[in-house]
């Protein structure tokens, strides 16, 4: 039965994005294609939603499936254990959510079948990637994932920006491509296995020094995937995607992947030594550093993709000092409330066709239901109690407490008032502040389908926390090697309350708030501080270090081209000489 | 002195035609001549095969891999052929002096 699920989640996307794109196809000549290919993709990315949510049922840390690849290959298997069926089916769910915003919002697009066609063959990759049980076809859904992400970001490819950003989005997350690639092939080296589950239960009896390396190209992978520093680069650019990508790819689940691989192979490299603390570290620069450039951006994207950064820094802090459960709640919740308010935003970028929020105001956007959705995700993400980001990011901030250095908590809980003062300035700037800029036209608040994406994501930013004990329970049982306990929701908010570390977060919170209620009395602060915003809105020099490596590849390849003579005599001996000096190389080795 | 065995001829004959081949690549300024330095080339490599399964013991392995070669190389030669005439289409010319658009 889990075997029939786990095939259903990841293939009827694939299957719906082929059928769309065919129906697509001009000779075909449909009576209404575009309604056509909407009712596809929404009809089977809501199936495959169904079934990711009846796989949590049958979670379980075995292998179901084992389809034989061959002996290079080692076997295609699934393991649909805690972890993977939640976020299999927290792609799944928002994916479908994330199609029915897409009706609205890519009304009038000429080439849906395009469109649709990557967001579902992602939504299947995605689910893939969580639930196998093999590290070599875990990459070769990481891949995937990486492509459709790269098409999106570049899927309005006449806007030279938008290619841009598609690139750099490819390139850096190749990078963290190989370290995985690297990783199975270790695997395959020492152990004659590419299975998770070999390499958990055997990775203690490797020598230090190659599991060091697995261990920090892991995170490098893992940190270029989730958009840590210094590889965050690429989130911000990845915003000119159409919006439902940037909530479903960008905020709600590609880039949790690194947190996913963090987390599932913690027990392997925990012992490594300066591993967490390079963990730890990696988190909290990213929380911190993403906090004060969302600070300054001006873009309403930009902003979510720097809170973005920011919130999956909590997470890699997480996973530093050893609170999966935390990284995984924090997770959760995130997924929820940033697939909200980015879907938020899309629909007021959709109404006012601008993404400058110093364009908005209150005026402007008046969408009564956008409003009060968007301040409810706006809401969980500073933390105010009792919505679903509160719970966990005091969750982390408690694992961060009982374990891990000093000083990351201190900067940890200082991020938590920056977070509050810049979701509170965005929110003001968007929905509150005097209109600038006066229009003629009256903006429309959401049409049907994207209240009908946006409520019950709504709902689900007030309540996913009550699910925080059932999903204890379901990851200690089905995660063996995770140290993980399994608790009632119950036990976990009266812990949760009774911390110490609660109520001083809180205090941070307040006093976020207060700074931007009162920014107007800040200001000989602000004028202090203004080398700071300056440098927080130049990206913190990380943008001139990818210009500087991205023009010294371009000078090397021009120094190299003198290599190409262009004759072909050259080409020729060069390819039969190459082929000789690996030949000889060979009979060196063997011989 | 090298005894004069089959196998030592063979082996001779081998090496005589690489550097036949490896010159050609370098001298040829025809590219249908350069077709033909290929061919030479490769069947260098057949019969090396095929004394390396002599060598080996493994005489069915090599042999068949040698039938493969030769299907396969037959097959680069027609390509090459087809683009040589493509080539003296468009540029009206053979000599691959001439081809150098790829210069960096």
Redesign the interface.
């Known amino acids: 039965m889990a075997g029939i699920l786990i095939l259903l989640t990841i293939g009827l996307p694939w299957i719906g994005g082929v059928l769309v794109w065919i129906a697509g196809w001009k000779r075909l000549a449909f009576r209404n294609t575009v309604q056509l290919q909407n009712s596809l993709a929404v009809i089977f990315s809501a199936v495959a939603g169904v079934a990711s949510l009846v796989l949590i049922g049958f979670a379980t840390s075995e292998t179901v499936i084992r389809i034989p690849m061959g002996a290079y290959f080692g076997d295609l298997t699934f393991i649909p254990n805690g972890m993977g069926v939640f976020l299999a089916a927290v792609a799944a769910v928002i994916g479908s959510l994330a199609v029915i915003f897409s009706i609205d919002y890519m009304r009038g697009d000429p080439e849906p079948g395009r469109y649709y066609f990557m967001v579902l063959f992602f939504i299947g990759a995605m689910a893939g990637l969580v639930l196998s049980g093999s590290l070599l076809f875990m990459f070769v859904f990481w891949e995937i994932t990486a492509l459709c992400s790269y098409g999106l970001i570049s899927y309005y490819n006449d806007d030279p920006k938008a290619v841009a950003g598609g690139i750099k989005a490819l390139i850096i997350t190749q990078l963290g491509g190989v370290g995985l690639l690297a990783m199975a092939l270790f695997a395959y080296a020492y152990f004659g296995s590419y299975e998770i589950n070999v390499f958990l239960a055997k990775a203690g009896s490797l020598p230090v020094v190659p599991l060091s390396v697995l261990a920090f190209g892991m995170l490098a992978a893992a940190a270029a995937k989730s958009a840590q520093v210094p590889f965050h680069t690429w989130l911000p650019d990845a915003m000119e995607a159409p919006t439902p990508v940037s909530a479903l790819i960008h905020a709600a689940t590609m880039v949790n992947a690194g947190i996913y691989v963090l987390a599932r192979f913690y027990p392997a490299f925990a012992p490594v030594p300066y591993w967490k603390l390079t963990v730890i570290t990696v988190g909290v620069v990213s929380v911190v550093l993403a906090a004060l450039m969302a600070m300054v951006a001006t873009d309403l994207k930009r902003v979510l993709a720097y809170s973005t950064i920011s919130q999956l820094g909590y997470m890699v802090y997480a996973v530093g000092v050893g609170g999966i459960f935390a990284s995984q709640v924090h997770l959760f919740s995130h997924a929820v409330f940033k697939a909200l308010l980015f879907l938020g935003a899309g629909a007021v970028i959709h109404a006012l066709e601008t993404r400058e929020m110093g364009q908005m105001g209150r005026s402007r956007a008046d969408l009564p239901f956008v409003r009060v959705v968007f301040i409810i995700g706006a809401l969980a993400l500073a933390g105010i109690p009792i919505l679903g980001g509160f719970w966990s990011k005091e969750l982390v901030l408690e694992a961060g407490l009982s374990d891990g250095p000093r000083w990351a908590y201190l900067l940890a809980l200082f991020a938590v008032g920056l977070t509050a003062c810049y979701t509170f300035r965005m929110v003001w700037l968007v929905f509150f502040a005097k209109s600038t800029v006066q229009s003629d036209h009256a903006p429309h608040d959401a049409p049907l389908a994207m209240r009908t994406a946006l409520a019950p994501l709504a709902f689900g930013a007030l309540t996913t926390w009550l699910l925080a004990g059932p999903f204890s329970q379901l990851l200690s049982s089905t995660m063996p090697a995770q140290p993980i306990e399994p608790e009632t929701t119950l036990e976990i908010c009266l812990s949760i309350l009774r911390a110490p570390a609660t109520w001083l977060a809180l205090l941070v919170i307040a006093a976020g708030l207060a700074a931007w209620w009162g920014r107007e009395r800040l200001t000989w602060l602000t004028k202090r501080l203004s080398w700071l915003a300056d440098w927080a809105a130049a990206g913190f020099g990380f943008e001139t270090l990818n210009r500087w490596i991205v023009e010294r590849v371009r000078g090397a390849a021009g120094d190299?081209?003198?290599?190409?003579?262009?004759?072909?005599?050259w080409n020729?001996?060069g390819t039969?000489a190459g082929l000789l000096a690996v030949l000889a190389w060979l009979a060196w080795v063997i011989y | 002195m090298m005894a004069l065995s089959p196998m030592n001829i063979t082996m001779l004959g081998v090496v005589g035609l690489l550097g036949v081949?490896?010159y050609g690549?370098?001298?040829?300024?025809n590219?249908i001549k350069?077709v033909a330095v290929?061919q030479i080339?490769v069947k260098a490599a057949v019969i090396a095969l095929v004394l390396a399964g002599r060598v080996s013991g493994r005489i069915n392995l090599s042999q068949s891999l040698a039938a493969t070669v030769i299907v396969a190389d037959t097959v680069v030669a027609v390509i090459g052929l087809a683009l040589a005439v493509r080539v003296r289409q468009r540029f009206g010319s053979l000599d691959?002096?001439d081809?150098?658009?790829?210069?960096?």
């Open positions: 190299l081209a003198i290599l190409q003579t262009g004759q072909l005599n020729l001996v039969v | 081949g490896l690549l370098l001298a040829t300024r590219l350069m290929l080339l691959l002096k081809l150098s658009s790829l210069k960096g």
